[in-house]
């Protein structure tokens, strides 16, 4: 069985780094093939993809959010984290991980945590 | 880059109707590469098509996806009460992007 969870502050201030980590079970991340993504969803708006690492440690980003963001992960740990620089207001969302297969479909999500910018 | 468009915004209807949403990219979606994700509140996306017309598991047939190229449709019939929610398509592959969503909401 496939699980996700995202863990990290609810609150931080303006200009400062967030750290988001994705803990997962069910799989692992040395496997080919796999890889872990992070979505974001501003309330009330659309899901937006921000970033995604995979087994053999690719990583790819957002072209609209790149220079802010890095994604690593810990095999050992069975844990990806996202880092944030620079945030702002608009930064607040809900962040979720998710799992994804062969370049498809996210099809496993964690529960998602809320994350507020603010002074 | 491809903008994927969906709509309508929003479609009211009543439970046991039918639900066709639309999800229109901006140029063609490689080998179908599209999937439909719904989200009910306070929940996390959950998939229910991939490949435009793949049901993903446990998803009920009243579920149904269809399309190519540019344009795509996710039809649910027979509306039951816990359909009401938004609905986002997805376009996967080398580059990754959803829909703004549609809420099916209760008329």
Sequence with gaps: QITLKESGPTLVKPTETL?????????????????????????GKALEWLALIYWDDD????????????????????QV??????????DTATYYCAHRQDWTFFDYWGQGTLVTVSS | ???????????????????????????????????????????APRLLISGASSRATGI???????????DFTLTINRLEPEDFAVYYCQQYGSSILFGQGTKLEIK
């Design chain 1, 59 to 78: 990583k790819r980003y957002s072209p609209s959010l790149k220079s802010r963001f890095t994604i690593t992960k810990d095999t050992s740990k069975n």
């Design chain 1, 19 to 43: 750290t988001l980590t994705c803990t997962f079970s069910g799989f692992s991340l040395s496997t080919s093939g796999v890889g872990v993504g992070w979505i974001r969803q501003p309330p």
């Design chain 2, 1 to 43: 880059e491809i903008v994927l468009t969906q709509s309508p915004g929003t479609l009211s209807l009543s439970p046991g109707e039918r639900a066709t949403l639309s999800c229109r990219a901006s140029q063609s979606v490689s080998s179908g590469y599209l999937a439909w994700y719904q989200q009910k509140s306070g929940q």
């Design chain 2, 60 to 70: 009920p047939d009243r579920f149904s996806g269809s399309g190519s190229g540019t």
């Design chain 1, 81 to 90: 984290v996202l880092t944030m620089t620079n945030m702002g207001p608009v």
